[in-house]
């Protein structure tokens, strides 16, 4: 089992950066896919990016392409969620979500299995 951390979040203006983490403890993180999700205030959590195992294949929200970009450092047991040119529409609490049982790159929700804390982002106008 894996437990995970996120952290990076905070308030930036708009057209500012961000940059999370999503740090792996209990077991190496290199066998597991990952994907960001975020959740803003009364509404359902969406998809946002997603990267395999290896950290060959990426997929991104038509929202976020060429604004955000995820990577993996699996020496750090870590995935990182690089977002740059921040909208309002952006803020929403980013959740980090990783699964072993699966490999590719894992657009929906209920194909995780395990899940970080969350992490808020909010961006000013």
């Known amino acids: 089992q894996v437990q995970l951390v996120d952290s990076g979040g905070g308030l930036v203006q708009s057209g500012g950066s961000l940059r999370l983490s999503c740090t792996a403890s209990g077991r190496t993180f290199n066998g597991y896919a990952v994907g960001w999700f975020r959740q803003a205030p009364g509404k359902e959590r969406e998809f946002v990016t997603a990267?395999?195992?290896?950290?060959?294949?990426?997929n991104y929200a038509d929202s976020v392409k060429g604004r955000f970009t995820i990577s993996r450092d699996n020496a750090k047991n870590t995935v990182y969620l690089q977002m740059n040119s921040l909208k309002p529409e952006d803020t929403a609490v980013y959740y980090c979500a990783a699964t072993w049982r699966r490999a590719g790159i894992l657009v929906d929700l209920y194909e995780y299995d395990y899940w970080g804390q969350g992490t808020q982002v909010t961006v000013s106008s």
């Open positions: 990267i395999s195992r290896t950290g060959g294949s990426t």
